[in-house]
Every structure is written in structure tokens, then in C-alpha cells.
């Protein structure tokens, strides 16, 4: 049969499922923005950068005209699929961008699964979550006609596809009752502790799962997952922890909410809390090989998020064994458990943190909290359980057996 999925980062979400339709023989199309990935198997169709939104345009319709010119990209190259009698038995697609907005206008028969990421609601648990930045009127109103695109974009698809069950509460019950709950899945087998590994600091020094290595990891760091939390926490943790070395791995861009008056949230927070020198690393974005390295050498890994989306290292961190103390924000709540695979800490209070982390370092019971930590994602995120699942959810969609 013949899959055709929509991304404009490939490979996203779709990664193992994509790969795997192929590897069982299925015509597999893949349409992004990237022109720099590729999956075996997998025919990659690129389409152009679309043209910028006009400036004339009212504030609160960019994101709606940047989500159209996304579309109209797609069904583009959709109509060069046609011509060649591509026809997809399946269609699934990110909404984020404005790519599914008009696939099923090019391919009415074809059933179309949703990737329910998260719906952003003016009075939503992001939204509403940081009492510093309460919501005002006009971001309001802004957030719900920008968030239009995602209206449209549920409302033709056949099924939706969420990641968590707490990522599926976040959409209208209209949306909601046709979204199913099927996480990506995590490689076990590559995503496990490693305890020979090692990590190379910039300055030769060779650290190993003998040093105590507090780590920090997001893809850029920013208020979202926490990150001037953890930056005041610091100081109170490494003067209780005189051996302690702080590995912190992300980048300087903005992926979710707003930047910080024009400067890296890194810099900025810098300038506000003094640290010993040489014993806080920051690492950038590094391979994926690297950054298992740094999970495997981890003493305590501190995960702090807003409601939202939660993130694939605290999955991996997990699957790796790693000791964790995570914020008991809601999203978090459906896989960690306090004292069982992990400790929990505030996300608000960098002085609470600094003590939970203190605290935990001396916790009686590491090893139990690391295997239970493995042992959630192996007995419930593993990949061969989530293909399964996605499989099934394939079958829903379109009635034949994939």
C-alpha cells in the first residue's frame, strides 16, 4: 500500500513508523521542508520556502497566512505525486505549519491522521500557567484565530494521533473523541546505559559514571523546560555538592513561547547568577551519540517543564537509567512517578529545587528509582509496542491491514 506523510521537519514524529511501512514493503512518501534527511526506503519530496508574510498583514493572521502558503506548498507537490498515480491508501501529517490544510482536497478518498501535538487555547494550561506572565486581552484574541489553522486541520481529518494522554486532554472535546493515544516509541536497545561511556570536557578533562555529573538537557534553553529555574538553583547546588560538574546541553534559539528581550536566554541569565568557574559546562547541541554518552555518565538529571509537550530526552533519560528529579507539572505526571522512577521538585522555586537535588543526591534507594525508570519505558514506550499500536491505529483509519 502506499503512506504518504507530511512533516516539515522529517523525519518529526514519523521516523520509526515511516521507516518501517517501507522496511514491509510499502510505498512510503515523505513531503518536508528539510532537503538535509533521509529515510531508507522512503522517497523524500521537498518543497521550496515559501514566500514571506506580507507585512501589511493584520498581527493576529500571520500565522493563518504563513499556514495557507505552507499548504498551497504541499498540494503542490502533491499534484506531481498525482500525475505520477501516487494515490496514498493513508495520509498522516504534523498540522503545525499549515501543511494538511488542503490534502484532502487533492486526495478526498484518502483517510488523514492528525498528529495531535497540542492545542493552544487562550485560557490554556501553557497560558495560564506562569503567574509572572499572566495572559492579556490581546494575546488572547491574537492565540485564537492564529490557532484557526488547527481548527480546519482537525476538523477534515479522518483520526487524530496524540503522543500522551495528557497532550490529547489539551484539544476540544469536538477534536478530542477522534484523537487516540499511541506514543512515537523509544529504541530500547540503542537508548540504554552505556557504563563504559565517557565524556570529553572542552578543557581534555575525562569524565565517567565515577564522577558525580549533574545534567541539564533541552533543545534550546529557554523558560519552557525550565531553564532560569535551574540557572538560580545552581549556585546552592554546587556549593552543596563541592565535586559536583554541571553538563548542560541545548541551544540558544527559542523553539516554544518567547525570547528574552532579544538575547540568549544562556547570556541573559548568566549575567544574573554567578558560577564557579569551570565546574558548569555548556555544551550546545551535540550528536545524538553524544548526548546518550552524556546521559550514561549522569548522576542526577534535573527535567523541569511548563505544561506542555514533554520533551524526548526526558523519555530517553528514562529508558537510559538515569536517576531523576523532574516538576510535577501535570504532562509529567503520566509517566513519573515520586519515589518510584523518580523525585519531583517545583518548578517555580529555584530554592526548592536546589534542596530537592541536594537532597536526592544523598537518597538511599538510587539504584531502584534508575531500574524502575528503565523499566517504564521498556514495559510501555518501548518501539515494538508503540509500532503495534500505530499499526492498529492504521488499520482504524483506513480499514485494511497494514
Known sequence: MRALFVHRNMPGQFKHIARYLAERGHQVAFITRRDDRELKGVVRLTYPATREVKKETHPYLRSVEDAVLHGQAVVRVCQQLEAKGFIPDLMVGHPGWGETLFLKDIFPKSPLISYSEYFFEPDGPMTSFDPEKPQTLNGACHLRISNSHLHIAHSIADLGWSATEWQRSTYPEWARKNIRTVFDGIDVEHVKRNPNASFTLDDGRVLTKDDEVITYVARNLEPVRGFPTFMRALPAILKGRPNATVLVMGGDEVSYGV???NTKWREKMLEEVELPEGRVHFLGQRTYGEYLSVLSISSLHLYLTYPFVLSWSLMEALSMGCFIVASNTTPVLE???DKENGLFTDFFDPAKVADDVLA?????????????????IVDNYALPLCLEKQLGLFREA?????
Open 335 to 337: 509517566v513519573v512517578r
Open 360 to 376: 536526592a543526591m544523598e537518597y538511599p534507594d538510587k539504584q531502584r528509582l534508575r531500574d524502575n525508570a528503565r523499566a517504564t
Open 398 to 402: 483506513t480499514g485494511k491491514d497494514w
Open 259 to 261: 525570547g528574552g528581550s
